[in-house]
């Protein structure tokens, strides 16, 4: 083969590859999580959830041709920078936008971005209570107990929904919502770390309730998977009835769900 046909061969061969490279379709689109927590991003709605507290998650881009543009509809609610491997979402305030990424082969990806306050719902397991009261007898200790726990409003399989609006976790929103007919009651609460006598640290938290009623609860860590003891004192609720109780308590023992 002489050399004019040799080279021949080898253009034609670059001018193939050159198309087939062209050709290529490097796929749709998708976003990965520079930690790899794959659950971050609701995938049936395609939805990020951002706490405005949080210094906000990056991802890389995978997919298209690697030329991205990047489009945000709300730059009052997220910010985003690109470094042209890692694309960071930061949260600026309460709301909700849309991140469009797309390359030159006209892949478009679009992520809705929801910044909102942390939330945590507890489920209550089980409820008890204690009847304290040296004169009391103890058929009246046990009626009295019986009857605290029939009063509790948010009894088994009742939940505590709260809504943290402070960094710490120390102030937000709350609604209790019983089982059955009764309608949830809804409010504000506050809550810090307190010591019993024994120097066991408890949560003490009070809610102001929208109805203008007030409760105070006091929670312990009941145990190692996350479950909680919430007392609530109930002395004066039953004293009138009870003139011989010295302390009274209504007990829940919650869960996160």
């Known amino acids: 083969m002489n050399t004019r046909n040799l080279c021949r061969l080898l253009l034609m061969g670059c001018c193939c590859y050159c198309l087939m490279a062209c050709g290529e379709d490097n796929g749709p689109l998708s976003l990965i999580n520079t930690e790899g927590n794959e659950t971050l991003i609701d995938i049936t709605s395609n939805t990020l959830q951002l706490s405005p507290f949080s210094e906000g998650e990056s991802f890389y881009i995978n997919g298209g041709d690697g030329a991205y543009t990047i489009d945000?509809?709300?730059e009052e609610v997220v910010a985003f920078s690109y470094d042209g491997r890692t694309l960071t979402l930061r949260p600026i305030a309460q709301g909700s936008a849309v991140i469009t990424i797309q390359d030159h082969d006209?892949?478009?990806?679009?992520?809705?971005v929801e910044v909102t306050y942390p939330q945590q719902t507890f489920e209550v397991m089980g409820v008890d209570?204690?009847?304290?009261?040296?004169?009391?007898?103890?058929?009246e200790t046990e009626l009295l107990k019986e009857q605290?726990?029939?009063?509790?409003?948010?009894?088994?399989?009742?939940?505590?929904?709260?809504?943290?609006?402070?960094?710490?976790?120390?102030?937000?929103?709350?609604?209790?919502?019983?089982?059955?007919?009764?309608?949830?009651?809804?409010?504000?609460?506050?809550?810090g770390v307190k010591y019993a006598e024994d120097g066991t640290p408890y949560e003490a938290m009070t809610i102001h309730l929208t109805s203008g009623?007030?409760?105070?609860?006091?929670?312990?860590?009941a145990s190692p998977d996350s479950s909680y003891r919430l007392t609530e004192d109930v002395t004066e609720?039953?004293?009138?009835?009870y003139p011989k109780v010295q302390n009274a308590y209504a007990i829940q023992i919650i869960s996160k769900k």
């Open 72 to 74: 945000n509809n709300n």
């Open 213 to 221: 009623d007030e409760v105070v609860y006091s929670w312990y860590q």
């Open 237 to 241: 609720r039953y004293r009138q009835e």
């Open 148 to 191: 605290i726990k029939s009063d509790i409003y948010v009894g088994i399989g009742g939940t505590f929904a709260f809504t943290y609006m402070v960094p710490d976790s120390t102030e937000g929103e709350v609604e209790m919502i019983p089982t059955g007919s009764q309608l949830s009651r809804k409010g504000v609460f506050q809550s």
């Open 106 to 112: 006209n892949h478009t990806y679009q992520l809705q």
């Open 129 to 139: 209570a204690q009847a304290i009261g040296d004169e009391l007898t103890q058929m």
